[in-house]
């Protein structure tokens, strides 16, 4: 067992404070990214002020949803597997539709997100 340094580095001297400080900092940021990433995806497509209403919209349901998915995803091999595998065959499943039926159902659902 090693032995702990003489000083702390954080802005406490706690380290376990500073250990949830800089999970919270990360945290926010990938919040404020993603938040990001998703507006600027639709922002081309449904304009600005659209893709903000879809994306500050989402339900509770999907956004536990995408988290518990990517939480199984980086946990284990096995999730990430199980998860990969679920993610192709979505894809399948849409490329087997047509490209304007499966465009509509996305535009429609994706619109209806905005109207709440």
Do not use: C, W
Request: glycine share 8%; proline share 3%; hydrophobic share 40%.
């Amino acid at each position: 067992m090693s032995r702990p340094a003489a000083e702390v580095p954080g802005v406490t001297d706690n380290p376990a404070t500073n250990l949830l400080l800089a999970d919270i900092v990360m945290r926010t940021g990938s919040y404020l990214l993603r938040r990001v990433v998703q507006r600027g995806f639709l922002k081309q497509r449904y304009g600005k002020d659209t893709a903000r209403e879809i994306v500050h919209n989402r339900s509770l349901g999907r956004t536990l949803v995408s988290v518990a998915v990517a939480r199984l995803a980086t946990n284990s091999i096995p999730g990430a597997m199980l998860v990969g595998t679920g993610i192709a065959a979505k894809l399948l499943y849409e490329r087997g539709k047509s490209r304007h039926q499966a465009t509509r159902e996305g535009d429609a659902e994706l619109l209806e997100m905005s109207e709440d």
